[in-house]
Every structure is written in structure tokens, then in C-alpha cells.
């Protein structure tokens, strides 16, 4: 295995240092292997992310939770998904939520620092909706309106209103990828008549189609900056 390269390594002591700042003792971080093979690791109970040939997020079961694991890349926004994964899970274990809340701490969790979110439970027919507002310009606004843990809604004023999943926790797992292409990765919103697809900063299909139901005259692309920095600004403009 090649070594992990002098830039990534200053990184994920960077990424160790907030999380023993945010999170104290609980962290450990420590390295596998030898010689020039050196892999750092960081540590929190079940939780684990090393650098191999990417970040390698790992999470052991646990009673009623399968064991789960994310591949990543090295760039700032890869790093910037697997803190949010720590803080989901750290969150998520000290509250003991319930589907619903721990989808809502998964959000405030990925946005952070890099925009604001509001939580509201009095919207008619609507048990939780979030309002995610950017602090970085070229990046998108939207609405998460949930009903119970059913059907998931992503609604944004430059794309219109997204009908998620449907079945069980469905929604919620589609509202997740919505939402990180969103806020970590950036992409490309393709609209047609009736119906949209999101896309990755490479063209390729995320999710859809969704009907949104607005009536367009032609087709167009939103173009969009992920609301956290990373090399996605380099590949993407914002645009209408």
C-alpha cells in the first residue's frame, strides 16, 4: 500500500485535533501499521476513520444497528463528510432519537459552521421542517418537510418541490443524499418539463427523476457550490 501522502496526513491531524476539541478524551487517534505503510487512524468507541487509499469510515454494530461503512476520497470535502458522520453518530448516541430526530441532528450536524438551519414542528401537516440557508454565495437554499417517517419532501425556490421515498425510512435515506450533494458535494440541478435529476460535479445521475409539478418551457441546469469549500469550487460555477 503507498504511503498517504504529507498534505493528507497534516489534514487528518487537523480533522483529530477539532474532533478530541469537540468531543475530548472519548477520541483516540493513533496509526496502523509501519515504517513508511504508517496509516493514521482516529478512534471514537464504535466509530473509526482511517487514511488508506481514502478515508475509510467504519462503524461497529451495535444491538439493532448493522455494522456500516463509507469509502471516501481525500479532499477537504470527503473530510468534511466523515465529520459529520462522527458527529451524527456521537449525537445521535448521546440522545437516542428516534428516525426523525436523528435524520435532523444528521442535518444541523453536515451543515455546521457553513449555514444556518431552522427546525420548526408547527408547519400544518408537516411533523418537522427544516430550513437550510447557506452562508456561501452560489450555493442553494431549500426546505426539508417530513411527515413522520414516511415521506420526505425537498422543496428550494431555484428547483421546486422533490416527493422522496414514501415507504418506511426510505425518504430519509434519499432526503440524506439529497441533502449531502447539496451541502458537501456541489452539483448540477437538470430540469426538464416536469421532472428533475441531480448531479454529481462530474455529470453523473445522484438521484431522480423527481417530479416537481412546475411547468417549464425548456430545459435548463442549475449549477451549484457546495456549501462547504473543497475542489468541487474548481469544477463548479454557480449559475441560472
Known sequence: ?????????????????RARDEFGRAVLSRSLGSGSSMLPMLQVGSFSVVAADGLVVDIAPTPGMPARRW???????????AWFLLSDHLLTGRLEPGAL??????????????????????QAE?????TVRPRRRGA?????????????VVRGDDFGWWDLGGDGDDGLVEAIRVVTQFVVRG???????????LLDVDGAVVGGPYRDGVHRL?????????FVTGP???KVQPSH
Open 1 to 17: 500500500m503507498a504511503p498517504v501522502p504529507d498534505d493528507v496526513v497534516e489534514r487528518f491531524e487537523v480533522f483529530a485535533t
Open 71 to 81: 469509502e471516501l476520497g481525500w479532499d477537504e470535502a470527503d473530510f468534511a463528510e
Open 101 to 122: 430526530d436523528g435524520f435532523v441532528a444528521r442535518v444541523i450536524g453536515m451543515v455546521g459552521d457553513a449555514g444556518d438551519v431552522e427546525v420548526s414542528t408547527v
Open 126 to 130: 408537516f411533523d418537522r421542517v427544516m
Open 140 to 152: 442553494v437554499p431549500f426546505e426539508v418537510l417530513v411527515i413522520k417517517d414516511d415521506s420526505v
Open 187 to 197: 452539483g448540477t440541478v437538470r430540469s426538464t418539463w416536469r421532472t428533475c435529476d
Open 218 to 226: 425548456r430545459p435548463r441546469q442549475l449549477h451549484f457550490l457546495p
Open 232 to 234: 468541487a469550487t474548481q
